[in-house]
């Protein structure tokens, strides 16, 4: 990852560990959902609704393809 990005988020877990705030990110897929808990995050987004929508609906289409 990109070290100016990884300083970036620190200096946000100490401001918001400093004025007694939790502090929440996105992350676009799992793995990075357990970095940022392993980093001290408290809450996390991961992805979005459209993506899993996307991809709740590509998984029902295959389905019903290879269905006999």
Do not use: H, W
């Not at 995050?41 to 019903?64: C, E, N, P, R, Y």
């Amino acid at each position: 990852k990109n070290p100016k990005f990884i300083s970036a988020i620190e200096q946000v877990l100490a401001a918001c560990k400093k004025s007694g705030k939790a502090a929440g990110i996105l992350a676009f897929n799992p793995e990075s959902a357990i970095e940022y808990r392993n980093m001290g995050f408290k809450f996390i987004a991961i992805s979005g609704d459209s993506t899993f929508l996307a991809g709740a609906i590509t998984s029902a289409l295959d389905q019903v393809k290879g269905a006999k």
